[in-house]
């Protein structure tokens, strides 16, 4: 799919990242605290989709490379027509590269969530979306980390930082669709801004100077939204 | 009064099947569908809201017992009927137009089915017109909305523009709720209620409806 915008330095796609799915992370994405115990109905149910989707989840990702043309604390330039605005700007200071990615834990999680909801099986359909959005934000681990690969001495990477939160407003998905080729991923930006499939990250990750970009903390850290159930 | 404690235990343990069949055989031994209500399921809805709030127990327990719940409402609701009880409320629920995300709403549909209430889920993407629609042909008594992105919350307000445009408004108390939604803004938006999790869904409504 062509796309308008500046020329990438170098793009990938990933038709399938291998995320692994424990048990104790599912557990924090339902709602538990560190050490808290699941009842053993649930404990049955999270055992019971965590097999179901080791064998049928298959989450992809893709990003696409380009240089900072120009930084400021509330602005981001990587072309003419590509400019991110807020605080991106600072959250990403001293990045001499940005990644635009974006990931998704794939239509066969979304599938398998819709079948449960619609069975009415509440429990599983929690269990279920909760294994979504953990699939999406493995897989963009899982992109950094293949990343990792692109960086030059002395560079890091930042952690990523994704619209909606994180000092970007959503409306700058629309920008993150036209500088990398989610479609290649089978990701769909709807006009309301939101993914589809709606299991979907995407974002920004910055390489740059170790001792100069910020490469530690969680973008929930910049988030006012304290009692947040994703809140990581 | 035919003993309820194991329905109730039933309901704290999120045993679905336990809590059904307990349920039959209170029926069997006498007792009354309205006071098994009464005397069964508020308490023990009201001891996990209690569990939940003390961290003892986390959103899948809430989750369980509220299904516990509906299949006891499933089987004593015909019953209560006959005897001309009335569901605690008529709800519809959806998330707001332009919003696909569907767990809270979902989560929320769930908690007021097992709390009584008989739940119209019109499902993610739902525009103004459509709440309006279903308000006058559910004779809903409450509607619940839901959003999760901060670009698609004044959709809240749009559609209770329409309810009231529609002349419906006086009639219906509107709910909000959604990761970004406070209370604040549910009062800038003129909704009557503000659930700030899935577990207080239940008593915001009942609290609405007077109950």
Known sequence: ?232 | MADLSRMSDAILNGDAAGAAAAAKEALAAGADPVEMVAQGISPAMGEVGRRFESGEYFVPELLIAARATKGIFELIRPMMAQKGAQPAGRVVIGTVKGDLHDIGKNLVAAMLEGGGFEVTDLGVNVAPEKVVSAVKEKNAQVVGLSALLTTTMPEMRNAISALREAGLRDGVKVMVGGAPVTQQFAQEVGADGYGENAASAVGVARKLLGL
């Open chain 1, 1 to 232: 799919m062509a796309m308008k915008g500046p020329e990438p330095l170098c793009v990938e796609v990933f038709d399938r990242l291998d995320v692994e799915l424990e048990e104790g992370v599912l557990l924090r994405f339902l709602g538990y605290p560190e050490g808290a115990e699941a009842r053993p109905v649930v404990a049955e149910g999270v055992a019971r989709a965590l097999e179901e989707t080791r064998g049928r989840l298959r989450p992809r990702g893709t990003y696409a490379l380009y240089p900072v043309l120009a930084q400021t604390p509330r602005t981001l330039t990587l072309g003419p027509d590509a400019e991110f605005t807020g605080d991106i700007g600072g959250f990403l200071r001293a990045a001499g590269r940005v990644a635009v990615f974006v990931c998704t834990a794939g239509p066969e999680m979304m599938a398998m969530i819709d079948a449960a909801w619609d069975a009415g099986d509440a429990l599983r359909g929690m269990i279920l979306d909760a294994l979504g959005s953990m699939g999406a934000d493995r897989a963009a681990e899982k992109l950094a980390e293949r990343l990792r690969g692109k960086l030059g001495p002395g560079e890091a990477l930042t952690p990523s930082y994704s619209p909606g939160y994180c000092g970007m407003d959503i409306e700058q998905q629309r920008l993150i669709f036209r500088l990398v080729d989610a479609g290649a991923v089978g990701v769909e930006l709807l006009p309301s801004c939101l993914m589809k499939p709606l299991k979907s990250v995407s974002g920004l990750i910055g390489l740059g100077p170790a001792d100069e970009v910020v490469t530690a903390g969680s973008p929930c850290e910049l988030c006012p939204l304290e009692n947040c159930r994703m809140r990581r």
